[in-house]
Structures are given as C-alpha cells and as structure tokens.
C-alpha cells in the first residue's frame, strides 16, 4: 500500500511538472512570436517608408527602376517570410498539443529558421535603401528638391 501511494504520488508531481513546463513553454513561445509579429510590423512600415521615398525621387525626376524591381523582390520575401513565420508558429502549436511538450532542439531550429527568414527580408529591403542613397548620391541636386519638398508638405 505504502508502494502505491509513493507511485500515485509520483505520477501527480510528474504531471503537475509537465503542466507547469508547457505553460512555460507556451509563454516562451507567446512572448516570441509577439517579437517577430513586432519585427514584421516594423519592416512594413520601413517599407512604406521605402515606397513614399521612391515616389518622391521619381517626382524629383531621379531613375529609381533598379530600385523599384528591387523593392518588388524585398515585397516577395517579406510576404514569404510572413508565411514562414506563421508555418514555424503553426509547427510549435502543433508540437505542443500533439506530444505535450517539445523538444529544447526543435522549438530552437524552428525559431532559428523564422528569425534567418525575418533577417533575409530586412535585408532585402536594406538592398533597396542602398540602391535609393546611389541614385541621390550622384545627384544632389534631386537631394536638395526632395529636401524642400519635405519641408513644404511638412508645413
């Protein structure tokens, strides 16, 4: 009897622990995926800054068609990223509800490959604010008249 209940007892410690490992788990994985929804909202709005830039170069009269393809294929990797960061969210919900818990190593290489994903659109679009600087720099002049259409709409 004595048996039973050190077994009975064990079983509820190790069940208490696996419930209060999965919540961890789950705020672990809440917590990162507000930070790569974060992310994901901040390179849209580098992209919309990005696209109000563009427009005003071209405006100015600047040829930014490199930069415009440019900013077509950043477009293709964000939306793609986006997908790879709900796939690798889906993969660790998935995980967690079918076995209980997941594996440190797993939920690392499916965090690892959404964050590689994110960094590959940021760099994408840092590619595009490259090609805008090379356009202006030549070019002051375009700098200056986009500098005081600026300050005009600012106003």
Do not use: C, W
């Not at 209940?5 to 490992?21: G, R």
């Not at 789950?26 to 800054?49: E, P, Q």
């Not at 005003?56 to 415009?68: C, F, N, P, Q, W």
Request: proline share 1%.
């Amino acid at each position: 009897k004595l048996k039973a209940n050190i077994a009975a007892k064990q079983a509820e410690v190790k069940k208490q622990l696996n419930t209060q490992a999965r919540s961890t788990v789950m705020k672990h994985v809440g917590n990162i995926t507000h930070r790569f929804d974060t992310i994901l909202n901040n390179i849209s709005n580098l992209r919309t800054r990005i696209e109000s830039r563009i427009a005003k170069l071209e405006a100015a009269g600047a040829d930014v068609s490199a930069s415009i393809e440019l900013l077509t294929a950043a477009d293709a990797q964000l939306a793609l990223t986006k997908t790879d960061v709900a796939t690798a969210e889906t993969k660790i919900q998935n995980e967690i509800s079918s076995t209980g818990t997941v594996s440190n190593l797993d939920l690392r290489a499916i965090i690892e490959e959404a964050a590689k994903s994110i960094k590959t659109a940021h760099a994408s679009y840092v590619a595009v604010i490259k090609s805008l600087k090379d356009v202006v720099a030549p070019n002051q002049s375009i700098l200056e008249n986009l500098d005081a259409t600026t300050t005009e709409n600012a106003s």
